[in-house]
């Protein structure tokens, strides 16, 4: 973290996600995904679509490329100055095109605003051979205190 700013550094992002992919959950579906770039809201990752990932018909699933617009949109939102992750409010992908098993995809997130309140991710999940966009995602997330409802931030508009 970013001394008194409450951003994650790009060194810190990497260390979240290597944390995150080492643990039972969804996101040890990404151990092998590689962050490229992390800060000032956005964040740029690169994934080979491996055979657990994909559904009855050899193709990446949506449910992990959904998975890929909550978590990387997640790590981008941390480097905002809140430097919070947040709660889900909506998540919506387009699946524009079909990813085949061994595909290299880079996912590339930017948070569009982070309130007091709420925060509104996109993510482009493009073909890193053929530059095509294959899916594109809106996340948007409350990233205000859980107990009040109310903005993390002091009247100075500092982290509290």
């Known amino acids: 973290m970013t001394a008194g700013t409450g951003k994650l550094t790009f060194e810190a992002v990497k260390a979240m996600v290597a944390h995150r992919a080492s643990l039972p959950g969804f996101e040890s579906l990404f151990k092998q995904m590689t962050v490229v770039s992390a800060g000032g809201g956005k964040c740029l990752c690169e994934l080979r679509v491996q055979p657990k990932m994909l559904n009855v ?3 990446l699933h949506g449910g992990v490329t959904a ?4 978590a990387v949109s997640t790590y981008a939102l ?4 809140q430097g919070r992750s947040g709660s889900s409010i909506e998540l919506s992908v387009s699946y524009l095109r ?3 098993l061994g595909d290299d995809i880079i996912i590339a997130a930017q948070t569009l605003r982070c309130g007091k309140t709420v925060a509104v991710c996109t993510v482009d999940v493009t073909s890193k051979s053929s530059g095509e966009l294959v899916a594109h995602g809106k996340h948007s997330k409350f990233v205000g ?8 931030l002091d009247e100075k508009g500092s982290a509290s």
């Open 57 to 59: 018909s050899g193709k």
């Open 67 to 70: 998975s890929l617009v909550d």
């Open 78 to 81: 941390t480097t905002t100055g």
């Open 98 to 100: 079909p990813v085949n």
């Open 145 to 152: 205190d859980a107990k009040t409802g109310n903005s993390v």
